[in-house]
């Protein structure tokens, strides 16, 4: 048990590490909405390896890490309209999950399915898509 609870302090304090580079990165806006003044925290985009990559992770708000973390508090709609054009951000793992939150709602949303229609997506991104989700 004991050692399972440093790997995973060891884990986090990793993870954790990368803050200082993604808030450069991120600009103090959440790497997926954009909204600023909101407070942002790192989530690793799944599947999460076992050792923190910093090119895994994105710095994101509360809410978009809750609704994305948590299936059951996801809530398909509009306000997750920003997905359209995150789906093609130059950023890898901010396409790659908004593909994923595109997907997830895209049989009750009109608008998620014809975001995903125009879409383009080369081998190793659709690759990345479906490890997880
Ligand atoms: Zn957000």
Redesign the pocket.
Same mark, same amino acid.
């Given at each position: 048990m004991a050692k399972g609870r440093e790997e995973y302090e060891a884990r986090t304090a990793a993870r954790n590490a990368f803050g200082k580079d993604l808030a450069r990165r991120a600009k103090s806006? $959440? /790497? &997926? $909405?954009?909204?600023g003044g /909101?407070k &942002?925290s790192v989530y690793e985009v799944p599947p999460v390896p076992r050792d923190p990559d910093f090119d895994r992770c994105l710095l994101? $708000?509360?809410?978009?890490?809750e609704q994305t973390e948590n299936p059951r508090r996801f809530e398909p709609g509009e306000h997750w309209r920003?997905l359209a054009n995150q789906a093609w951000s130059d950023l890898p793992m901010a396409q790659v999950l908004s593909v994923r939150l595109l997907r997830r709602q895209a049989a009750g949303q009109d608008w998620a399915r014809e975001a995903l229609e125009g879409l383009y997506l080369d081998e190793e991104t659709e690759a990345l898509v479906a490890e997880a989700d």
């Open positions: 806006k $959440c /790497e &997926l $909405c954009e909204r /909101e &942002l994101l $708000c509360s809410d978009c890490i920003f």
